[in-house]
């Protein structure tokens, strides 16, 4: 299904004059870019506009994003020249049309005032061509180059030669941290492969520590993939979870068990006993091996990234007696062509005296390294290449900012090993420069644009039929054919599973679902995105099992300090349920010192404390900021279940009498169903919606206040007797008799002709009397002018501009704002069917929460259609509504999850 209610138009251009570029974004700021080592292209004004330029009218164009060293298949939305929202790619076999936080968010990370805009050298700016004499000066022995993962084979290509060329560079690699199901395959810290399961051939998963649903590049895939198995064959489809702290993946299991991660090994050892017909094993161990069993050809165990070597070895037997159908292949980030090395070795490589000149691209050693790495690195020669003034940057003799994804020209592996084309959807908005470039200038090279770079590396693959696939390969977004890598592991011959030393605490890492392991700690959506099962935003905290904050006297929103590995953190502590005694769990990517404005000072880093710490409780000094402070349901049933032996709810489409006449509407009348037996919780629906509808960013003191200002909301609800947390979506309800709508003494809350509960912003005084009468608590108030005044205000908010959408009008002060079903896209819709003469058809209107889902969770359509996706959606016996006591008739309805019986559930 396209992502827009119009079908995607993937232009890509011509040689010249490039039309996706047609209206340069600033005239006089950014008209003449500083002489450099790059040819400009040329990008005009139109002369003749064409049909798709007008203001209301979008043009899509396919490209990909990088997250964690792999690639995400996205199209981008434009307008007049610039990129106003990213969609999901369906041909792109990493996001099948689905987004992820991480993809909304990077027109923020586009247009953020905060990136780096030109060269400079100490505190004094500096031409690029200065800048490419140092790069040339530094090629030789002594010099290594560090980088981030790479995943571009031109980038691939480049240092290659790069390396043939300048005898005793070195090259090395900052590896992802924690990617979902990128595991050890042999004994080397490069040694590694990535699991890929194929989910049309599976019925039965068991993660152990693993968190497939979770965030990294792969999170869209997997969850779609997961998503439709589930529905396809809900009778026979099961996931079990082993794991010491909860994870999406654990939430949507049939059957969790919450074990230390010391245990883990041994669970591996009990399941493969178990399948080979042994007793003595744990109930869940027993239910989960009679699973696999089972479904021979059909069913995988998948291992967590920081299980020992000798484990790993021992699941990938499990899955080759099980014939799992489950590939294993190269990581896109590994060319074993080429000599990489691992970047935990250039700490002691610079101790040694073995490097003396380091040219970093793409990469922040300074914070990934820690301490060891700045105290080593003090007196040698570093040239940083990156987008923005990182700790690395603030150590470095020269600073070179580098383009956004956006605005360049490159190429990607995804992470099941296909590979798509980047093509740039604006002109630089700054003085930056493409890593392909800064590569060329290291072997005296300039004057090759990015795009050409791109292209002879392609010219050498396709041969003759290279401007037909270009061509193709543009307009696709992804390459038809790239040979995929596979992987044989290498196991060491002793596989016995190491002894775990005792004492203190088991510290779990896990990548944040907002800022991941740190590179999206600028970027103020993704900061005040609430973490799924705690609701915090603004920084990370140590969740503790119920258990053992009873033991240590903690308090939800207590300080602690965690010591470990010769350092400590304090963190404000979180309870959860369904956490493994004995543990501690925090997540990755906070207290930053150089992420602007936005990410320093926020959060502590918590890398450098190492697998075990020690608790103490302390007073004061860390602030827990959250969205939601109660997560249970009180009796209410908010969040609703059914076993699979049910055919469905009691209260199955149960509509209170009322004394009001029903409504009649003529079609179409819109409406949505969430079903949350497939939502992960990812929030994808969330940002989606923040930039398709101009959702401003508020900042901590205003949330802590309670004043956050997203049109959708994720609750998280405690489930009664499971021993975890579950999700449900609320955006508006769209009440059919809608309580707001008679308490606004201006009209400005009204019904229209299409069943929308519509807002009028310019009539609004801000009385707030329709806030006060939604029992959904849906609306939100404008107490400042968030768009334009508050977390950006210091850095440039007219180059935010830039960023909102067109369709939507930005709110200002005083206004109630709202989940308008993206009343946008329905007119747009509209006028296309009118023109056409024609009825809108279903699945036409598609609205940013539903084309983001990477789950496919949202269904959204004409309700008077019986025939439509969401009416059959509204027959399903899991249907009900939420509050339907209350007799608000909502348009917006769920779909219950489906939970495993209670006999089934017995010692889960």
């Known amino acids: 299904m396209p992502p827009m209610s119009a079908p995607p138009d993937l232009r890509t251009g011509t040689e010249g004059v490039d039309r996706r570029g047609a209206l340069k974004l600033f005239a006089a700021g950014a008209a003449a870019l500083a002489t450099g080592c790059r040819p400009q292209e040329q990008m005009l004004p139109y002369v003749d506009m064409p049909e798709s330029g007008a203001s209301s009218d979008a043009a899509f164009f396919a490209t990909a994003l990088p997250l964690a060293g792999a690639a995400r298949g996205v199209l981008v939305e434009s307008h007049q020249g610039k990129p106003t929202k990213v969609h999901g790619n369906p041909d792109h076999p990493a996001s099948l049309g689905g987004t992820d936080v991480f993809a909304e968010a990077e027109l923020l990370a586009l247009f953020d005032p905060s990136r780096s805009t030109s060269p400079i050298a100490g505190q004094a700016p500096v031409t690029w061509s200065a800048a490419a004499q140092r790069l040339r000066a530094a090629a030789g022995p002594g010099t290594a180059l560090l980088t981030g993962p790479v995943a571009s084979p031109t980038l691939a290509r480049q240092i290659g030669a790069l390396l043939d060329e300048v005898p005793g560079l070195r090259w090395f690699t900052e590896r992802p941290a924690q990617p979902a199901l990128e595991v050890q395959a042999g004994p080397g810290a490069?040694?590694?492969?990535?699991?890929?399961?194929?989910?049309?051939?599976?019925?039965?998963?068991?993660?152990?520590?693993?968190?497939?649903?979770?965030?990294?590049?792969?999170?869209?895939?997997?969850?779609?993939?997961?998503?439709?198995?589930?529905?396809?064959?809900?009778?026979?489809?099961?996931?079990?979870?082993?794991?010491?702290?909860?994870?999406?993946?654990?939430?949507?299991?049939?059957?969790?068990?919450?074990?230390?991660?010391?245990?883990?090994?041994?669970?591996?050892?009990?399941?493969?006993?178990?399948?080979?017909?042994?007793?003595?094993?744990?109930?869940?161990?027993?239910?989960?091996?009679?699973?696999?069993?089972?479904?021979?050809?059909?069913?995988?165990?998948?291992?967590?990234?920081?299980?020992?070597?000798?484990?790993?070895?021992?699941?990938?037997?499990?899955?080759?007696?099980?014939?799992?159908?489950?590939?294993?292949?190269?990581?896109?980030?590994?060319?074993?062509?080429?000599?990489?090395?691992?970047?935990?070795?250039?700490?002691?490589?610079?101790?040694?005296?073995?490097?003396e000149r380091l040219v970093v691209l793409g990469a922040n050693p300074a914070y990934t390294l820690g301490e060891a790495f700045e105290e080593a690195a003090r007196d040698i020669e570093i040239l940083h290449f990156g987008e923005r003034r990182d700790e690395t940057a603030a150590m470095a003799a020269l600073h070179g900012p580098l383009h956004h994804p956006l605005e360049d020209w490159s190429d990607l592996r995804a992470l099941d090993g296909s590979a798509a084309l980047v093509q740039p959807l604006i002109e630089p908005l700054h003085e930056t420069r493409s890593a392909h470039e800064v590569v060329e200038m290291l072997r005296g090279r300039t004057g090759t644009g990015p795009r050409a770079l791109v292209q002879e590396t392609w010219r050498a693959e396709w041969g003759e039929d290279f401007d037909a696939r270009w061509h193709e390969a543009l307009s696709r977004g992804v390459i038809e054919g790239f040979p995929v890598g596979t992987v044989s592991p290498d196991w060491p011959a002793d596989t016995a599973v190491s002894e775990t030393p005792d004492g203190a605490f088991a510290h779990v890492r896990q990548l944040s679902t907002s800022v991941l392991s740190g590179e999206y700690a600028p970027n103020g959506w993704l900061q005040e995105c609430p973490a799924p099962l705690t609701k915090q935003v603004w920084g990370n905290a140590a969740s503790f099992a119920p258990v053992d904050a009873e033991r240590l006297g903690i308090e939800e929103g207590d300080t602690v300090v965690l010591r470990g590995g010769g350092t400590f953190a304090r963190l404000p502590a979180v309870i959860l349920s369904g956490q493994a005694e004995g543990t501690v769990g925090t997540t990755l990517g906070y207290g930053r010192k150089a992420a602007g404005a936005i990410g320093s000072g926020v959060g502590m880093n918590t890398a450098p404390l190492g697998p075990r710490v020690d608790v103490e409780r302390v007073d004061g000094g860390a602030e827990l900021i959250r969205t939601q402070r109660e997560f249970g349901q009180h009796d209410r049933d908010l969040l609703r279940s059914v076993t699979d032996a049910e055919a469905g709810l009691e209260s199955e489409h149960h509509q209170p009498a009322s004394f009001y006449r029903e409504r009649d509407h003529d079609s179409p009348s819109w409406g949505m169903v969430i079903d949350t037996d497939v939502c992960s919780g990812c929030n994808a629906c969330m940002i989606a919606c923040q930039s398709e509808n101009n959702v401003?960013?508020?900042?901590?003191?205003?949330?802590?206040?309670?004043?956050?200002?997203?049109?959708?909301?994720?609750?998280?609800?405690?489930?009664?007797?499971?021993?975890?947390?579950?999700?449900?979506?609320?955006?508006?309800?769209?009440?059919?008799?809608?309580?707001?709508?008679?308490?606004?003494?201006?009209?400005?809350?009204?019904?229209?002709?299409?069943?929308?509960?519509?807002?009028?912003?310019?009539?609004?005084?801000?009385?707030?009397?329709?806030?006060?009468?939604?029992?959904?608590?849906?609306?939100?108030?404008?107490?400042?002018?968030?768009?334009?005044?508050?977390a950006y205000a210091d850095l440039g908010a007219d180059l935010l501009q830039a960023m909102r959408n067109p369709d939507v009008s930005v709110r200002g002060r005083g206004v109630m704002e709202k989940c308008t079903y993206c009343v946008q896209r329905i007119e747009a819709a509209n006028h296309a069917a009118s023109r056409e003469d024609r009825p809108i058809a279903d699945g036409e209107v598609v609205t940013a929460c539903q084309s983001a889902c990477p789950a496919e969770a949202i269904t959204f359509g004409d309700v008077t259609d019986p025939e439509s996706a969401v009416s059959r959606a509204k027959e399903n016996p899991r249907h009900y509504a939420l509050l339907e006591h209350l007799g608000t008739r909502p348009r917006t309805t769920y779909l219950a999850r489906v939970a495993p019986g209670a006999e089934e559930d017995e010692g889960a």
């Open 190 to 355: 490069m040694d590694r492969m990535q699991l890929w399961p194929d989910w049309d051939r599976t019925d039965v998963v068991v993660t152990l520590g693993a968190d497939p649903l979770g965030p990294g590049p792969g999170q869209v895939a997997l969850t779609r993939g997961w998503s439709r198995s589930r529905r396809n064959r809900r009778s026979a489809a099961r996931l079990f979870a082993f794991e010491p702290v909860p994870t999406l993946t654990g939430t949507k299991a049939d059957y969790r068990m919450a074990v230390r991660p010391e245990d883990l090994p041994g669970i591996a050892e009990a399941l493969r006993a178990a399948l080979d017909g042994g007793s003595d094993v744990p109930a869940p161990v027993a239910r989960a091996a009679e699973a696999l069993s089972a479904a021979p050809g059909r069913a995988v165990v998948l291992p967590g990234p920081d299980l020992p070597i000798e484990t790993q070895a021992l699941i990938d037997e499990i899955n080759r007696t099980l014939d799992a159908p489950l590939a294993r292949l190269a990581p896109a980030w590994r060319w074993p062509s080429l000599a990489q090395e691992d970047a935990g070795a250039l700490t002691d490589a610079i101790a040694s005296g073995e490097v």
């Open 696 to 790: 401003p960013v508020v900042g901590p003191e205003e949330v802590a206040r309670g004043r956050h200002m997203h049109w959708i909301r994720i609750d998280t609800y405690d489930l009664p007797g499971e021993d975890r947390r579950g999700f449900q979506p609320v955006p508006c309800m769209h009440c059919e008799k809608a309580p707001c709508e008679p308490a606004c003494p201006v009209a400005a809350s009204v019904h229209d002709e299409q069943g929308l509960n519509a807002q009028v912003y310019n009539r609004c005084v801000g009385t707030r009397f329709c806030q006060a009468n939604c029992p959904y608590q849906v609306r939100r108030f404008n107490f400042f002018d968030y768009s334009d005044s508050q």
